[in-house]
């Protein structure tokens, strides 16, 4: 079955350097993927919805030069948490989708834990 | 706007029990209706989901959902649960027409004990 590929499962980076997390749909085209966010024992909370060649759009609240998502072809989109801080700590989750219409699915990465030191 | 509610956030039960997970949710439109299954420190498994057609779905371990239009729900079941089931629960709606962009519930965690 289609399996969406996140890397890596864990990093530690300093306060204020920048960390990139990847994540690849391997055997499907995702012209959307998106990013999700949740904090310890709670709900994932969507932070930006990525298309495939063009601009990500960021959820309410969500600081799009900080989290800089990139979607440079249908088969990768890229999280960049930069200049990092211990609050960026979460658990980053993506998902990537088949074309829309009804029926379609939705595959979830295995999720990436960022820790800030 | 979509939204979802979970209002239970810890659900203790005996192995071999039954078990309800409850899910509500509000949406000004049709809606697309999921469940999640969280292992610790793993990302998230499609449970089951809702999309169109008959009103109960059901996953391969076992678990059932039923869709009520009228009441706005869709509770997770399980007739008899076991340890492995042990695991964070999310209910989810995404907009009927396509949309892909996914709320969530605050989550219910199940702990099966012997």
């Known amino acids: 079955g289609a399996v969406v590929s996140q890397h890596p499962s864990w990093v530690i980076c300093k306060s204020g350097t920048s960390v990139k997390i990847e994540c690849r749909s391997l055997d499907f085209q995702a012209t959307t993927m998106f990013w999700y966010r949740q904090f310890p024992k709670q709900s994932l909370m969507l932070m930006a919805t990525s298309n495939e060649g063009s601009k990500a759009t960021y959820e309410q609240g969500v600081e799009k030069d900080k989290f800089l998502i990139n979607h440079a072809s249908l088969t990768l989109s890229t999280l960049t948490v930069t200049s990092a801080h211990p609050e960026d700590s979460s658990f980053y989750i993506c998902s990537a989708s088949t074309p829309l219409g009804p029926g379609n699915t939705i595959y979830f990465g295995e999720g990436s834990w960022l820790t800030v030191v | 706007a979509q939204s979802v509610t979970q209002l239970d956030s810890q659900v203790p039960v005996f192995e071999e029990a039954p078990v309800e997970l409850r899910c509500n949710y509000s949406s000004s439109v049709s809606v697309y209706l999921f469940w999640y299954v969280q292992y610790p420190n793993q990302g998230l498994q499609l449970l089951l989901k809702y999309l169109s057609g008959s009103t109960l779905v059901e996953s391969i371990n076992g678990f059932e959902a039923e869709f009520n239009k009228s009441q706005t729900s869709f509770h997770l079941r399980k007739p008899s649960v076991h340890i492995s089931d042990t695991a964070e629960y999310f209910c989810?709606?995404?907009?009927?027409?396509?949309?892909?962009?996914?709320?969530f519930g605050t989550g219910t965690q199940l702990k099966v004990e012997l």
């Open positions: 989810a709606v995404s907009e009927g027409g396509g949309g892909n962009k996914l709320t």
